[in-house]
């Protein structure tokens, strides 16, 4: 029954992303262009430049997001509640607040992200679209009332976002890509194709935060919600 909501909500939010990156093309007050968080102090994000990229980084950017990987899904197994993607974000965030990993380190893991995002984007982008983007389901649920009751659903992830990422000084636009679309398409894969839209790949951790630990809130809350409807 739900699948081709997931379907229509996935496209709705990836043509939103789209129009919201026009938005910040015409009004640049409320777009960071990839940043989330509004920085009054340049002094941030000077001690945050990266050092000049070497060939051995990507290699030790590559077995940085491998072992955090691995911890993610050890974790997974240990607590299967929480899926194995949010426990590896949950684990890098940990390790950043701590300042526990040197900070050569953390730019080897941003230049592999970098060398991932620029090179293969367009090809996730093309076996998404092939594997996970199902056209009959989407045209079986295109009736007038269908449509609106899930664009109504997008627009509010979008306004809701919206405000909620001005009121803790972040970009609105970005929060509203990340914590409003990335909430309302079809998970990982929709997090790809919405950020795609929207060029924003950079912040691909922040979707993977809310569609992982967010999209694991929505079924504790779909759960209830449905026991006392249905």
């Not at 491998?66 to 993607?85: K, M, N, T, W």
């Not at 684990?91 to 941003?110: C, D, I, N, R, T």
């Not at 924003?200 to 919600?225: C, D, H, K, V």
Request: neutral net charge.
């Amino acid at each position: 029954m739900m699948i081709p909501a997931v379907a229509l909500g996935n496209a709705l939010a990836i043509i939103s992303a789209g129009l919201l990156n026009r938005l910040g093309e015409l009004k640049p007050q409320y777009t960071g262009n990839g940043q989330l968080m509004k920085v009054k102090d340049d002094s941030i994000l000077k001690a945050d430049e990266k050092p000049p990229l070497r060939l051995d980084m990507l290699g030790t950017g590559l077995l940085l997001s491998g072992a955090f990987f691995v911890v993610g899904q050890f974790l997974g197994l240990l607590i299967p509640s929480i899926h194995a993607f949010a426990w590896m974000i949950i684990s890098v965030a940990v390790v950043k607040a701590l300042g526990l990993l040197p900070h050569q380190y953390e730019s080897a893991a941003y230049y592999w992200f970098q060398f991932m995002m620029i090179n293969f984007t367009s090809v996730l982008l093309v076996g998404i679209g092939v594997k996970y983007t199902n056209l009959g389901d989407i045209i079986k649920a295109f009736t007038p009332t269908y449509l609106l009751l899930v664009g109504v659903t997008v627009l509010g992830a979008i306004v809701g976002t919206w405000y909620a990422g001005k009121l803790v000084g972040f970009y609105e636009i970005e929060s509203s890509i990340t914590a409003g679309l990335c909430m309302a398409n079809m998970g990982g894969t929709g997090d790809v194709a919405t950020l795609g839209a929207a060029h924003r790949m950079e912040l691909m951790p922040f979707a993977q935060i809310s569609s992982r630990i967010g999209g694991a809130i929505m079924l504790i809350i779909g759960g209830l919600l449905i026991s006392l409807l249905m």
